[in-house]
């Protein structure tokens, strides 16, 4: 009780407005508000991180295809990673290719959301290497491989409001997925 923090030598009159001025301090909205905010937030990672126990009922966020590129077996042990891939004949500066690179790496990562893969690969830190490619039909190689072989892939295509046109295909990420799989695919690629 709020009551046992005050000396019991003051009078009760005296505790009782020694209470009120803390509650009076203690439920301001710059104090209460952050807290309320933080509460949330932790209460939301909490729930993100227990595994979902009704598949069933959850909409899959997923198109049959992309359904079909995430049975990619997968050993418990085995260490995954995404590689994103660049194209270097759009001449993008620096940070034009990191915010290409975002795009990619959250747009797969928004598509394979209820994967126990994409927990495999947040368990070993989200890895990700970026590489480059020639153009856009080596582009469409690397995706065609990586899909024959059941590897998600997502490719950004960019809305032209800065250094490219309107619809370009800028970056494809793959994976994530087993490491090996991915550098038999992207292996002899140069690192951006």
Known sequence: MVGSFWKTT?????QHEQEK???AVSFRPENFIPGLVIGFIFGLLLDLTKPNKNHSAKKSFLSGKLQQQCLVSINGDQELKMVLVVRQDLKMKTGKIASQCAHAATGMY???MQRSLLRQWEQCGQ???VVTCKSQQAMNRLREEAESIGL????????????????????????????ASLDSITGKLYLL
Request: aromatic share 4%; no cysteine.
């Open 10 to 14: 003051q009078p009760r009159a005296q």
């Open 21 to 23: 001025e803390w509650l």
């Open 110 to 112: 928004a598509e394979l």
């Open 127 to 129: 890895p990700k290497i």
């Open 152 to 179: 998600p892939t997502f490719v950004v295509a960019d809305a032209g409001r800065t250094q490219v046109l309107a619809g370009s295909k800028t970056v494809l990420a793959i994976g994530p997925g087993p490491k």
